[in-house]
């Protein structure tokens, strides 16, 4: 394998693992938030800030990524 392809499975890495893991935090705190908002319906804005937290995890993982990508020789 050369090295280019392992500096690109290692970005693909970085990004998908991140992704993975936004995807399962987010599941978990979706499920509640429904209940949340069921039970009482002006929790929504926190809720919504709550569901977008995990996001920043996507975003730091696409940033390693670039930087896996532009930084490697």
Known sequence: MTELGLIA??????????????????????AAAIGAILEKPESFGTVLILLVIPETIVIFGFTIAILILFTAK
């Open 9 to 30: 499975i290692g970005a693909g890495l970085a990004i998908g693992l991140s992704a993975l893991a936004t995807g399962l935090a987010q599941a978990k705190i979706g």
